[in-house]
């Protein structure tokens, strides 16, 4: 037998532990018994138990092998999926995106490189640190740089207004650089990253973090810990940073040369989409929409590549999204259970099993996953999370017992509560009791 110790879980983690022995059974088909059948209704009983009435919740299981919806409630219908919104992404990225990141369009006329950004998030990101096309633009001494194709807006639709100084509500660019953030250190001194902000940060007994349209940084006095902070990007900000940099003095061109364009990549895009998965980075999976949409055309917008995914790989879609970022911030996203099934089960017939597993958060082991779905001994959830306030979303791929990998989205909406009851052994409890999972 194969035992899941769930413990103490919190509603949003809680609700779908209801479901796993469910998912786990109904994958056992070649051994049913009248108990497996007496457990599936059972569960099912759950599924449908009070506890569901006051708010929304979706669900669909499916078998990629035999191609058998296992189970389904409400996976028709449209919820918003936080960052569930990623899985979306991160398709884009795998099938638009090649290994190495597009990081600098250039051209070279008589003695001058010209360049663009391509939305690359790596250089100089905090993580990162990756100094690729720094190092290339440093080896010339007359540099212009076009900022002009850039056409996105800042912020996604429907992001929260007062989020603007929070490191998950980064504004996009096309050409990044520091992740567009200002890295705060404190040790036995105050170290500012990029250093050209130094004269910008205030110490003050109650900050507000950074002034709402200008980069004016405060920060609390006491404070110990490392701070990452939006700044507000523009094209001549972009040029004092990469002056500041580079050691060079850069111009603002009005336009690409009209010759041919080179390409300068940097680091793996896997490194990047798995960031993205693992730690649900809101900015990288912004700058990934934009990266895709460099190899489709020169205008840098996220739309493009929303559309053209929906127009081609993803036109097969019964119940299309309403998709509006790359991250989830947005409530505006509406996406329904079935659609995430369907590019979740073509990412696992289209890819190496070992490589798509490694980029999603694997459940007691990595991401934001980590606490959450230990298995006994190993992982059994490997998913995406999605949170936003009263919503919590993860689809993603479940191991079972018997050998099998199912697909499953399981998506909530609107609850009011903090906490799953379980009427367990010892009465109304916050403990889901320890399930006995396996073939019976």
């Not at 088909?29 to 007496?38: L, M």
């Not at 506890?51 to 919820?79: A, W």
């Not at 003695?111 to 640190?129: C, I, M, N, R, V």
């Amino acid at each position: 037998m194969n035992y899941l110790n769930i413990g103490k879980l919190t509603f949003l983690k809680s609700t779908l532990n209801i479901f796993l022995p469910l998912l786990m059974v109904m994958a056992l088909g070649s051994c049913a018994s009248r108990k497996n059948i007496r457990f599936q209704k059972k569960m099912a009983k759950e599924v449908n138990a009070t506890f569901f009435e006051d708010h929304f919740t979706g669900i669909m299981i499916y078998d990629p092998t035999t191609k058998d919806t296992l189970y389904s409630k409400n996976s028709t219908k449209y919820f918003t999926p936080a960052s569930n919104t990623k899985i979306f992404t991160l398709y884009t990225a795998l099938k638009l995106l090649p290994d190495s990141v597009p990081s600098i369009k250039y051209a070279l006329l008589n003695d001058t490189l010209y360049f663009e950004g391509t939305g690359d998030p790596s250089a100089l990101h905090p993580y990162y640190k990756d100094s690729t096309g720094i190092s290339f633009i440093q080896g010339f001494e007359h540099i212009k740089y076009y900022a002009g194709n850039f056409q996105d807006d800042l912020y996604g639709p429907g992001w929260a207004w007062e989020d603007y100084d929070s490191y998950y509500s980064t504004e996009r660019s096309g050409f990044p650089l520091y992740g567009n953030t200002i890295e705060i250190q404190f040790s036995d001194s105050m170290q500012v990253i990029p250093s050209l902000f130094r004269d910008s940060v205030h110490l003050q007994s109650n900050p507000r973090k950074r002034a709402t349209d200008e980069n004016i940084f405060y920060i609390e006095t006491t404070r110990q810990d490392t701070l990452l902070i939006p700044f507000k990007t523009n094209a001549g900000l972009t040029k004092q940073l990469l002056e500041q940099v580079t050691g060079k003095k850069i111009g603002l061109a009005a336009s690409m040369p009209a010759i041919k364009k080179q390409l300068l990549y940097s680091i793996t895009t896997d490194s990047i989409s798995k960031r993205m998965m693992q730690e649900s980075d809101n900015f990288l999976a912004e700058q990934l929409l934009v990266l895709a949409s460099s190899i489709l055309s020169d205008t840098l917008t996220s739309v493009t590549s929303r559309d053209f995914m929906l127009d081609t790989y993803l036109a097969e879609l019964k119940y299309p999204p309403r998709w509006v970022d790359g991250s989830g911030l947005s409530r505006y996203n509406l996406f329904t259970p079935e659609s995430l099934v369907f590019v979740l089960n073509k990412m696992f017939q289209e890819m190496p099993r070992d490589r798509l597993f490694t980029l999603f958060p694997k459940g007691g082991v990595s991401g934001t996953l980590e606490d959450w779905y230990t298995g006994n001994p190993n992982p059994y959830i490997i998913a995406k999370s999605g949170t936003l306030g009263n919503t919590y979303c993860l689809s993603g791929y479940l191991l079972t017992s018997s050998g099998k990998t199912l697909v499953f989205s399981f998506m909530n909406n609107h609850f009011l509560i903090e906490y799953i009851w379980y009427r367990g052994p010892l009465g109304w409890q916050k403990i889901i009791p320890r399930l006995q999972i396996g073939c019976f």
